[in-house]
């Protein structure tokens, strides 16, 4: 890996969505692009910012954090900055907040490099790297979802109508694939995708503004190996290079990149730490998915059911998770069952040697870690976005199986048992976690990994600020290239 940029340093800024699952995996970009030796100015907001882990001291010189204080929006609670901390329905007015800090990051990237002139970072920026704003788009979902949305111009030439359409495979996807929506449920789901939400924008407009209007660039948290074909077809359907920033797999497996009140955590380290080898499930269902009361009562159920030994991160922002438990649940699972209500050190419990499988929703993120970093075999109860698209994926792979579920995509306590005890006590299992670990030792390669980022700064720096020219003008941020008849005006900032 290069520890130091070959040509003139590049100062990059970083601004990801205000979820978890974003920010982790950009500030471990940003990470790996200060290491070697470009500056980066990593933007978001002050709670988040404290609960992100410090930034490593070596590379304070190159990589820092800038905060901006998020609008007060009607009807989002007190003090919520991150998707964390409010319930799904409540993630538009999120992204309205977010939309609301367009000017402040105007103001931030239009004068000099942001902020006060202090040596490396006293230069305009090279190339901003957002979620949905120019001038290179990281996604942090895999290819996948993307080539599932496709471009506009396909859209309007295959137009998707009733819940049948959103079931197909995309007419322009010219080859057999597992990127289907084949459940009823996660179709009518992403059909509401292409809706206005209470934002006032549907999320795929948000998505194609910035791949129609101004990005250059589109980069995954992804690789060939995790999802082959796909960036060729991608390259030519939106008509711009799309390319692997390679998986990202955590460095810093002690610690994570979130810091929180890890006290009741550390009643379950205690217990985990004497458990047998690989005979724990972990279960945790991300910070995004739109899990009920009723959810969480059959999961309980089926993992009571499966009499399999658990470590359960349960976040519930809006109730206390005690109160959606079944009456004496903790009681009668003590001894081989633990409830966390609350953040869990993820990478840290996955890498843990009692962990066996992992029951998960199928978030990029935790697919990530658990599969490709430790090979870890999958029960699989996907929700939205991705997660049905990464589901099917992983089960073609032969490492995990999916819950059954019915077409409004409830679940029984027998599925989730039924699932958990294919993977972790039946026979199958050994296959399936054969297959795991087999399939980490080809896509978790972390020289291969650090060489995507190396070939992403090459791409970067051959395309540099020189094609780019950064303006400011009323309350949006401009980006244009150098001849002014280009010049388009971004608005909307968030995804
Ligand atoms: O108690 C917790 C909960 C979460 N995490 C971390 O938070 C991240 C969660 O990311 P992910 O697994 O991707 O889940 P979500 O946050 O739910 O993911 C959203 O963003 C993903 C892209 O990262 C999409 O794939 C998902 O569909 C979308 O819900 C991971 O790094 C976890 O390690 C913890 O460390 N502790």
């Not at 990589?63 to 329905?89: I, K, N, Y």
């Not at 995790?226 to 060729?232: N, Q, S, T």
């Not at 490709?372 to 075999?377: A, K, Q, R, S």
């Not at 027998?414 to 296959?431: L, P, Q």
Request: glycine share 8%.
């Amino acid at each position: 890996m290069a520890e130091a940029a070959s040509s003139s340093p590049l100062h990059i800024v970083v601004f990801p969505w205000l979820a978890f699952g974003h920010m982790i995996p950009f500030l471990e970009l940003s990470k790996r692009l200060a290491r070697r030796g470009h500056a980066v100015t990593f933007v978001s907001t002050p709670r988040n910012a404290a609960r992100l882990r410090a930034v490593p001291p070596e590379l304070s010189v190159r990589l820092r954090v800038v905060t901006l204080d998020l609008p007060v929006v009607e009807g989002l609670p007190e003090g919520a900055e991150s998707t964390a901390d409010v319930s799904p329905e409540k993630v538009p007015l999120l992204k309205a907040a977010f939309d609301g800090l367009a000017a402040p990051f105007s103001a931030l990237v239009g004068e000099r490099g942001g902020g006060e002139a202090d040596g490396v970072f006293d230069r305009k920026p090279g190339w901003i790297i957002l979620d949905l704003i120019p001038c290179a788009m990281f996604l942090i979902l895999p290819a996948a979802l993307l080539a599932y949305i496709g471009p506009k111009h396909e859209n309007e030439a295959h137009p998707r109508r009733t819940t049948e359409d959103f079931m197909a495979q995309p007419p322009w996807i010219p080859f057999p694939t597992t990127t289907i929506f084949h459940l009823r449920h996660e179709a009518m789901s992403r059909a509401s995708e292409f809706q206005p939400n209470a934002s006032g924008v549907a999320d795929a407009d948000r998505l194609w503004q910035v791949h129609h209007n101004s990005c250059r660039l589109i980069v995954h948290r992804s690789c060939p190996e995790a999802e082959p074909w796909l960036f060729p077809l991608l390259s030519n359907l939106f008509s711009k290079p799309v390319v692997p920033a390679g998986l990202l797999l955590p460095t810093d497996i002690a610690a994570g990149d979130v810091t929180g009140d890890d006290e009741p955590f550390e009643a379950a380290a205690r217990w985990l730490d004497r458990q047998p080898r690989r005979s724990v499930a972990y279960v945790a269902l991300g910070t995004e998915a739109p899990v009920t009361a009723a959810h969480i009562v059959e999961l309980a159920r089926g993992l009571e059911l499966s009499g399999v030994r658990f470590l359960w991160a349960l976040r519930t922002p809006a109730i206390a998770a005690g109160e959606l438990l079944p009456d004496g649940f903790e009681r009668r699972v003590a001894g081989r069952g633990v409830v966390v209500p609350g953040w869990v050190p993820q990478v840290r419990v996955l890498g843990h040697a009692a962990v066996g499988a992992f029951v998960t929703h199928c978030g990029w993120g935790s697919t990530v870690e658990s599969l490709f970093m430790f090979g870890l075999p999958l029960v699989m109860l996907p929700f939205v976005f991705d997660q049905g698209l990464n589901a099917r994926a992983m089960a073609a792979r032969g490492v995990g199986v999916e819950v059954a579920r019915d077409d409004d995509g409830s679940f029984s306590g027998e599925d989730v048992a039924a699932a958990v005890r294919r993977v972790m006590v039946d026979e199958e299992g050994e296959e399936l976690a054969r297959n795991a670990q087999e399939l980490q030792r080809v896509v978790g390669d972390r020289a291969r990994d650090e060489q995507y980022v190396d070939e992403l700064l090459e791409y970067l720096q051959r395309c540099n600020v020189a094609f780019w020219r950064l303006a400011k003008w009323g309350n949006s941020l401009h980006l244009a290239p150098s001849g002014p008849s280009e010049m388009r005006d971004i608005t909307r900032v968030t995804l």
